[in-house]
């Protein structure tokens, strides 16, 4: 048996250099022979358990691989533990000998490749997104972004011009008799609005109306002026409360031309004769949505009337002036309402209404004016004004009450 043993470690000597010409093969021919004996000993412990539970050492038989464990229990290094693993190693030892052909793969090298499979199979690969889909590089932004801020407009402007006219023709023989007549007006609206939509509004206006009739039947004027407004409106308010604010309102009314009466050489107005002036304190009540409508209630407790008639033409007691006077001062109260109502995009009736009182007298006025547009450059207008006065002198067929009404048609332009 000695003699056997040491024949057996003398193999182990030179065993390695066949082993290793062997092992050249590819790793995984060792894997499957591996497994492939694990298999069929599996199979046959689960047919047969009592043929290896008698040695469990027997699969080393059928890997065809060189053991250490036999070499280093033959030369004392490792102690067997029982007969069956002596006789196991006994037997490796002898098929390495006299066989060595059977064997084609060393243990190192077989627990390498299987170490090296199991890692790969417990360890997902590490795939960055960046080695699959290239991604450009952001650019840095060296352009400066220049912020405008628009700046709020607080003003608001509207303008608009009109000439309008009217004719008619009657012969001396038209059996409900008449008179021919020709018509002509003109005027200029400018509006000139301030709103921080906070706090402040300031609503300015000026006016301007003229208007001129000729008649074959008035042999003193070769045409009188049937309109003539020049009228300057400034109305500053400051919130109060939702809609209130407090106001200050400034009026100034003048006219431009002579004012006659049919076949009277009488002058009844002229320019400043009169020049009336008022100004007020109280509260404003506003309204407004974007073409519907825009309304103003303003209450005025506290107003000045000024009324100044200057020259020698016109009488001032016209307009209650007392004799011998060119000048009157009037203090009361006054109620103001403006409005605008849009019942489409062409058609709209705009309202002016006053009225003052001295607590002695009551002056007011109601103008009226239907606009109905045609189109841009073409619309109808009718004006409807209704004037009281108790201070002027009464009429016998319309007491205190005077009337004007125009209906023209003609050019007009909104800027």
């Given at each position: 048996?000695?003699?056997?043993?040491?024949?057996?470690?003398?193999?182990?000597?030179?065993?390695?250099?066949?082993?290793?010409?062997?092992?050249?093969?590819?790793?995984?021919?060792?894997?499957?022979?591996y497994l492939d004996s694990l298999s069929v000993i599996l199979n046959?412990?689960?047919?047969?358990?009592?043929?290896?539970?008698?040695?469990?050492?027997?699969?080393?038989?059928?890997?065809?691989?060189?053991?250490?464990?036999?070499?280093?229990?033959?030369?004392?290094?490792?102690?067997?533990?029982?007969?069956?693993?002596?006789?196991?190693?006994?037997?490796?030892?002898?098929?390495?000998?006299?066989n060595p052909v059977a064997f084609s793969g060393m243990e190192d090298?077989?627990?390498?490749?299987?170490?090296?499979?199991?890692?790969?199979?417990?360890?997902?690969?590490?795939?960055?997104?960046?080695?699959?889909?290239?991604?450009?590089?952001?650019?840095?932004?060296?352009?400066?972004?220049?912020?405008?801020?628009?700046?709020?407009?607080?003003?608001?402007?509207?303008?608009?011009?009109?000439?309008?006219?009217?004719?008619?023709?009657?012969?001396?023989?038209?059996?409900?008799?008449?008179?021919?007549?020709?018509?002509?007006?003109?005027?200029?609206?400018?509006?000139?609005?301030?709103?921080?939509?906070?706090?402040?509004?300031?609503?300015?206006?000026?006016?301007?109306?003229?208007?001129?009739?000729?008649?074959?039947?008035?042999?003193?004027?070769?045409?009188?002026?049937?309109?003539?407004?020049f009228r300057l409106t400034s109305k500053f308010g400051y919130k109060?409360?939702?809609?209130?604010?407090?106001?200050?309102?400034?009026?100034?009314?003048?006219?431009?031309?002579?004012?006659?009466?049919?076949?009277?050489?009488?002058?009844?107005?002229?320019?400043?004769?009169?020049?009336?002036?008022?100004?007020?304190?109280?509260?404003?009540?506003?309204?407004?949505?974007?073409?519907?409508?825009?309304?103003?209630?303003?209450?005025?407790?506290?107003?000045?009337?000024?009324?100044?008639?200057?020259?020698?033409?016109?009488?001032?007691?016209?307009?209650?002036?007392?004799?011998?006077?060119?000048?009157?001062?009037?203090?009361?109260?006054?109620?103001?309402?403006?409005?605008?109502?849009?019942?489409?995009?062409?058609?709209?009736?705009?309202?002016?209404?006053?009225?003052?009182?001295?607590?002695?007298?009551?002056?007011?006025?109601?103008?009226?004016?239907?606009?109905?547009?045609?189109?841009?450059?073409?619309?109808?207008?009718?004006?409807?004004?209704?004037?009281?006065?108790?201070?002027?002198?009464?009429?016998?067929?319309?007491?205190?009450?005077?009337?004007?009404?125009?209906?023209?048609?003609?050019?007009?332009?909104?800027?």
């Amino acid at each position: 048996m000695k003699r056997t043993n040491f024949l057996l470690l003398m193999a182990l000597f030179l065993l390695p250099s066949v082993a290793l010409a062997q092992v050249s093969k590819k790793d995984s021919t060792q894997i499957k022979k591996y497994l492939d004996s694990l298999s069929v000993i599996l199979n046959k412990y689960e047919a047969d358990t009592t043929v290896y539970q008698q040695n469990p050492y027997l699969y080393q038989m059928t890997t065809g691989t060189y053991y250490n464990a036999p070499a280093r229990a033959a030369l004392g290094l490792d102690s067997i533990k029982d007969v069956r693993q002596e006789a196991m190693y006994n037997a490796l030892l002898n098929a390495y000998l006299y066989n060595p052909v059977a064997f084609s793969g060393m243990e190192d090298s077989i627990s390498a490749v299987k170490d090296a499979a199991a890692v790969a199979a417990t360890t997902a690969p590490e795939i960055k997104v960046e080695d699959l889909v290239e991604v450009a590089a952001p650019e840095a932004q060296t352009d400066l972004i220049e912020i405008q801020v628009a700046k709020p407009e607080f003003w608001k402007h509207n303008a608009n011009i009109y000439f309008q006219f009217s004719q008619s023709y009657i012969s001396g023989n038209w059996y409900n008799g008449g008179e021919s007549s020709n018509t002509m007006l003109g005027g200029f609206t400018l509006e000139a609005n301030f709103d921080d939509q906070k706090k402040v509004v300031w609503d300015n206006k000026a006016e301007i109306k003229v208007g001129f009739l000729t008649a074959r039947g008035d042999t003193l004027h070769r045409y009188k002026t049937n309109n003539d407004l020049f009228r300057l409106t400034s109305k500053f308010g400051y919130k109060a409360i939702k809609n209130w604010y407090y106001t200050l309102l400034m009026e100034l009314n003048n006219q431009f031309f002579p004012g006659y009466k049919t076949n009277n050489p009488k002058m009844f107005s002229n320019f400043t004769a009169p020049l009336k002036y008022n100004a007020s304190v109280g509260m404003d009540w506003k309204l407004a949505k974007e073409k519907k409508y825009t309304f103003s209630l303003a209450v005025l407790p506290l107003s000045y009337n000024f009324i100044w008639v200057a020259g020698h033409k016109v009488d001032p007691a016209l307009f209650g002036i007392r004799e011998g006077h060119r000048t009157l001062h009037k203090f009361g109260s006054k109620l103001q309402l403006d409005h605008t109502l849009y019942f489409s995009e062409s058609f709209s009736w705009k309202s002016h209404f006053y009225v003052f009182t001295s607590y002695d007298n009551t002056d007011s006025l109601w103008e009226n004016t239907i606009d109905l547009a045609v189109n841009k450059y073409l619309s109808a207008k009718m004006y409807l004004n209704l004037r009281f006065d108790d201070s002027a002198k009464k009429s016998d067929h319309h007491g205190y009450l005077q009337i004007q009404e125009l209906i023209s048609f003609g050019l007009s332009y909104t800027l």
